[in-house]
Structures are given as C-alpha cells and as structure tokens.
C-alpha cells in the first residue's frame, strides 16, 4: 500500500508536457540531429534545454480541466479501515455502503498528470513545520484526507494526534512535522466558532474580527483556507463591537456583500501579518453540494442518495455552487496579488461537481437515532454535503501535493 503511493515525484513535470516534448523532439529531428529518435525520449537524455522548456508548459496546465477515470488499480490511495484516525462522518464503508467504486476514480486534467502523492517526501518537506487547514467540516475532511494519506507511512509510535479547542493537530515525531486543523467555519469571528456547538439558530459574525483565530495559525508554514457553505443564506447579522459590550452595533447585511467584507478582513490580516517568503498560502474554492437530483435528470424528490456513478456531462453546474461568490474569492486573491501576496487558489468546484456518488449519503454516524419516519424515507437524512473517504477531498490533496512542490 505504501509502496504505491510512492513514485518519482521528480519526473512529473517532463510527463506533463509530453506534447510539447514531442514537437521539441521534431525540431531537433528536423535539425539534423538523428541520435535523439528511437527509445532515447526516455528522460535521462532529455537535453536541458527541454526540461526547462518542460517546466514552461506544466505552469501553463490547468489541473483543475480534466475528468474522472476509472482506475482500481491505484486507487484508493489508502485503505479506510486502516486509516487510525479515520472520521464516523466519513467512514462510509463502515457504515455500510456496498458499492465502492467511488474510491477509485483518479483526476486526470486534460493537458498533463498530476503527480503521485508521495507521503514521505511531504513529511520530508514539513519537517519542523507546520501545516494548517483553516475553516470548516469540509476542510476538515480535506485535512482527515491529508493525515491519512501519510499516515500509513508513519509507524505508530512515532504519531500522535491531539485536540485542544478548536485545533487539532496531527505530528509525525521522527520529522517534527505537524498537519492541523483549525475550526474557523466564516474565518472571521462568529458565534458559531464553538468546535463543538456551533448550530445556533441565530448565526452572529463580526465581520472585522480575525484575530481571536489567527493567533493560533501565524507562524505556520502553509495555510489552507475555506469558507463557502456557512455563508450560505440570504443575509448575516453582523456585530461591530463585542458579543458583550452594550455599545455594540448589530446590522443585517445581505449575501454576498457579507461574504466580501469578511474575506477582506481575512486578506487585510494576511498582508500584514504573513511573511510570503516563509508561507505559503492556500484557498479551497466552494465545495458542491448534491441536494437536487432533478438538477442531474432525477426526480425533484431525489438526491445523492442511492447515486452510484459520477455525471458525465462536461462543465455540470449545479444550483449549490454559487458564481458570485466564487467571482468574489477570485477578486479578492487577485487584490492580494497586486499587494504582493500569493495565495493560490485550489478550484476543486467543477471537479467535484461531477461526483453527485462520493458523498456519505446515509453511510454515516447519526448523531442522533433517526425516526421512523426518516427511516422509511432515506432521501430525508442523507449526506449530500460531506465526502466520503478514500474519496474526493483526497484528489483535492493531491493538488494541493501538486502545488506545494511546484511553488
Ligand atoms: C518518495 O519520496 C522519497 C523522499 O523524497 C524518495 O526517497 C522516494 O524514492 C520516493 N518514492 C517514490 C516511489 O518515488
Ligand atoms: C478493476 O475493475 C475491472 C473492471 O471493472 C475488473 O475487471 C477488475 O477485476 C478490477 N480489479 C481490481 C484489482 O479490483
Ligand atoms: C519543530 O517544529 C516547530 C514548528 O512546527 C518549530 O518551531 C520547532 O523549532 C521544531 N523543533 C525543532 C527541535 O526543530
Ligand atoms: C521572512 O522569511 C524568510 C524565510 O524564512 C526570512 O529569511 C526573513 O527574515 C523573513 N522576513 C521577516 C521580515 O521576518
Ligand atoms: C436505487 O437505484 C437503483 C438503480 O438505479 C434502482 O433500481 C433502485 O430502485 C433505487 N433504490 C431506491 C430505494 O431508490
Ligand atoms: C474555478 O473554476 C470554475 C470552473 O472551471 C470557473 O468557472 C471559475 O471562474 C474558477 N474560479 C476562479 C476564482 O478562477
């Protein structure tokens, strides 16, 4: 299992561009020079000239352009049962999904490769750092994805994990290399950041207050962000002042000017306090979800529930992906940039669009014992918002793998 996870990272970049290798590989032809034809395009011989030229073109490969492939034999990258700190919200397998075929499909962008997750070279790069996933359920799941990815190759007295408030963290001792994650549902404060009760039917945020989290992720090493489907409803009350003071000023603000204002306090506070030599920085567009079956040709009454294969129809967009904010994550980076910050957007939206089957739908721990009523209706309870495990958010780790060692 190990040993599949793990081919030359090295060599992905001279795959990526086998094209415009190909047609380098012609020129040269044409010039006369005839040693380079037959099996001698293996990678050794590449002439420097092409490798760098193969560079070129792997910055210029959309990752987030492709489709999804069948492929058991190399997926998944990690098996659930044997994941130590496997979530009962993700477990799907355990509880009780039959059809597994959701583990197994691989993104292949359309213009190159990804590269193969390789857990001990990402260990090898966090040692003595920090990872930190920063936001909500789904980036928790994208951080459970993470720490089972390399956890298989850490033996078991050489890892720990814990969780103290609204941190978690992951640490593979041997490389003093740390995977967190940090509850921070709207990355602003809110009344909702209890990593525990956080359902609160009147939901509160002070949209200029970052702080109270922020301290806990300053001095990290790379940071990965998000925050969508918490913002998802007509209009927020927001506070200026403290949850206690009677000065305080409450205010209705509709969506998505709310959501704007919070990512400018959250890209305000990145400016000043992060060191872009030192840290690099990450934001995970919106999550999809799949409610809607008529949406995908299903009845209205339908949604993932009892889906089994992906939707093949290219550029699917569903109603639960919302344009105007993504345009506004997009501004907001693009702003940042011309400040003199990189943050690097991971477009999982349309890729994960596609897989209405990869979420827990019913194969998941209840929190509470369902009805009969539920029970007699399945649709009514199911999951359409998180992902199971192995599954999409491991594919989403793979780009991100992608861009760490690309930067
Ligand atoms: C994975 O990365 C490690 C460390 O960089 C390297 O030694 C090893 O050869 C890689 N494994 C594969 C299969 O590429
Ligand atoms: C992979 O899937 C193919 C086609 O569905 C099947 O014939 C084959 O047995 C599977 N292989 C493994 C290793 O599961
Ligand atoms: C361990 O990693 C942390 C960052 O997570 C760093 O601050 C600390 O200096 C490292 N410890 C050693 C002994 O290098
Ligand atoms: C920023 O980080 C780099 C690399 O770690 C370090 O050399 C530099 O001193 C830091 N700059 C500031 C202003 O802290
Ligand atoms: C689930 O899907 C299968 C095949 O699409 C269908 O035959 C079956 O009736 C569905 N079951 C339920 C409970 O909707
Ligand atoms: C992310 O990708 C989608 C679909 O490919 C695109 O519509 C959207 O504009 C992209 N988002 C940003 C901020 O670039």
Same mark, same amino acid.
């Given at each position: 299992? $190990?040993?599949?996870?793990?081919?030359?990272?090295?060599?992905?970049?001279?795959?990526?561009?086998?094209?415009?290798?190909?047609?380098?590989?012609?020129?040269?032809?044409?010039?006369?020079?005839?040693?380079?034809?037959?099996?001698?395009?293996?990678?050794?011989?590449?002439?420097?000239? /092409?490798?760098?030229?193969?560079?070129?073109?792997?910055?210029?490969?959309?990752?987030?352009?492709?489709?999804?492939?069948?492929?058991?034999?190399?997926?998944?990258?990690?098996?659930? +049962?044997?994941?130590?700190?496997?979530?009962?919200?993700?477990?799907?397998?355990?509880?009780?999904?039959?059809?597994?075929?959701? !583990?197994?499909?691989?993104? !292949?962008?359309?213009?190159?490769?990804?590269?193969?997750?390789?857990?001990?070279?990402?260990?090898?790069?966090?040692?003595?750092?920090?990872?930190?996933?920063?936001?909500?359920?789904?980036?928790?799941?994208?951080?459970?994805?993470?720490?089972?990815?390399?956890?298989?190759?850490?033996?078991?007295?050489?890892?720990?994990?814990?969780?103290?408030?609204?941190?978690? #963290?992951?640490?593979?001792?041997?490389?003093?290399?740390?995977?967190?994650? @940090?509850?921070?549902?709207?990355?602003?404060?809110?009344?909702?950041?209890?990593?525990?009760?956080?359902?609160?039917?009147?939901?509160?945020?002070?949209? !200029?207050?970052?702080?109270?989290?922020?301290?806990?992720?300053?001095?990290?090493?790379?940071?990965?962000?998000?925050?969508?489907?918490?913002?998802?409803?007509? *209009?927020?009350?927001?506070?200026?002042?403290? @949850?206690?003071?009677?000065?305080?000023? @409450?205010?209705? $603000?509709?969506?998505?000017?709310?959501?704007?204002?919070?990512?400018?306090?959250?890209?305000?506070?990145?400016?000043?306090?992060?060191?872009?030599?030192?840290?690099?920085?990450?934001? $995970?567009?919106?999550?999809?979800?799949? +409610?809607?079956?008529?949406?995908?040709?299903?009845?209205?009454?339908?949604?993932?529930?009892?889906? /089994?294969?992906?939707?093949?129809?290219?550029?699917?967009?569903?109603?639960?992906?919302?344009?105007?904010?993504?345009?506004? $994550?997009?501004?907001?980076?693009?702003?940042?940039?011309?400040?003199?910050? *990189?943050?690097?957007?991971?477009?999982?939206?349309?890729?994960?669009?596609?897989?209405?089957?990869?979420?827990?739908?019913?194969?998941?721990? !209840?929190?509470?014992?369902? #009805?009969?009523?539920?029970?007699? *209706?399945?649709?009514? @309870?199911?999951?359409?918002?998180?992902?199971?495990?192995?599954?999409?958010?491991?594919?989403?780790?793979?780009?991100?793998?992608?861009?760490?060692?690309?930067?």
């Amino acid at each position: 299992m $190990v040993k599949k996870q793990q081919m030359v990272a090295g060599t992905w970049g001279i795959r990526c561009s086998f094209q415009s290798l190909a047609a380098l590989l012609v020129t040269i032809l044409v010039a006369g020079v005839i040693y380079l034809t037959g099996e001698s395009g293996s990678l050794i011989e590449v002439p420097l000239l /092409t490798l760098k030229h193969a560079d070129d073109s792997m910055s210029h490969c959309n990752f987030f352009s492709g489709k999804w492939v069948f492929d058991n034999h190399s997926y998944p990258l990690y098996k659930e +049962k044997q994941c130590t700190f496997m979530s009962d919200q993700l477990a799907c397998e355990k509880f009780g999904r039959k059809d597994l075929s959701y !583990q197994q499909w691989r993104w !292949q962008p359309h213009h190159c490769d990804l590269p193969r997750f390789n857990a001990t070279a990402l260990l090898e790069k966090l040692r003595d750092k920090r990872l930190v996933f920063v936001g909500d359920s789904l980036n928790r799941g994208q951080w459970v994805s993470m720490v089972c990815l390399v956890e298989s190759s850490v033996p078991p007295t050489l890892k720990s994990m814990h969780t103290s408030g609204s941190l978690s #963290t992951f640490k593979a001792i041997e490389y003093n290399a740390s995977i967190e994650f @940090y509850w921070a549902p709207l990355l602003v404060d809110s009344n909702s950041d209890d990593p525990l009760n956080h359902r609160l039917p009147d939901r509160i945020v002070r949209v !200029q207050a970052i702080e109270k989290h922020a301290r806990h992720w300053t001095d990290a090493d790379i940071l990965v962000f998000d925050s969508y489907l918490w913002w998802r409803r007509p *209009k927020m009350k927001v506070l200026w002042g403290s @949850y206690e003071s009677p000065e305080g000023i @409450y205010k209705e $603000v509709k969506m998505p000017r709310v959501y704007q204002m919070a990512l400018k306090t959250w890209s305000d506070w990145l400016e000043i306090h992060i060191n872009s030599s030192k840290t690099q920085l990450f934001f $995970v567009s919106m999550s999809p979800t799949h +409610k809607r079956g008529k949406e995908w040709g299903k009845a209205s009454d339908q949604n993932c529930y009892n889906e /089994t294969e992906p939707i093949w129809k290219e550029g699917y967009w569903g109603s639960g992906s919302d344009h105007k904010m993504m345009r506004i $994550v997009g501004e907001t980076i693009d702003e940042l940039k011309i400040r003199g910050v *990189k943050v690097q957007l991971i477009n999982i939206t349309q890729l994960s669009q596609y897989r209405k089957e990869g979420h827990p739908s019913i194969y998941r721990k !209840q929190w509470e014992p369902l #009805t009969e009523e539920q029970l007699s *209706k399945p649709v009514s @309870y199911a999951d359409c918002i998180h992902w199971c495990l192995p599954g999409v958010p491991d594919t989403w780790n793979e780009l991100l793998y992608a861009y760490i060692f690309r930067y």
